[in-house]
């Protein structure tokens, strides 16, 4: 799979708009438990994110790409750990990109 160009970047919000589409996503991980973890998107809004996590820990915040399966919900494919903190430059840009003001850079 080609995972440099998921079909869009986006965040909770607009989740429902691209069930059976791939997805590229960024959480905040709130609790994981067999292969179920749910997290908080860049929106503030709670997303399930299904499949195998990696067998290291997750850290605090989460990239995701995977299939839309549900209106607020994934099967994820890749998981990449992202960190335990940002600084807040960095998180204002992740918030605007997942919030579609530079979207074309995604898609």
Not at 15 to 24: E, I, K
Request: a neutral charge; charged letters at 20%.
């Amino acid at each position: 799979m080609n995972t440099s160009n998921p079909a869009v970047f986006v965040n909770g919000g607009l989740l429902s708009m691209y069930v059976g589409r791939r997805v590229r996503t960024v959480i905040q991980v709130l609790r994981s438990e067999r292969g179920v973890v749910v997290g908080k998107s860049t929106d503030n809004m709670e997303l399930v994110v299904k499949g195998s996590p990696p067998s290291v820990p997750l850290s605090t915040f989460v990239e995701v790409i995977g299939i839309a399966d549900g209106e607020k919900s994934i099967r994820a494919d890749i998981w990449t750990n992202f960190g335990d903190t940002f600084d807040v430059n960095s998180y204002n840009q992740l918030c605007q990109l997942a919030n579609g003001e530079f979207k074309h850079l995604f898609i």
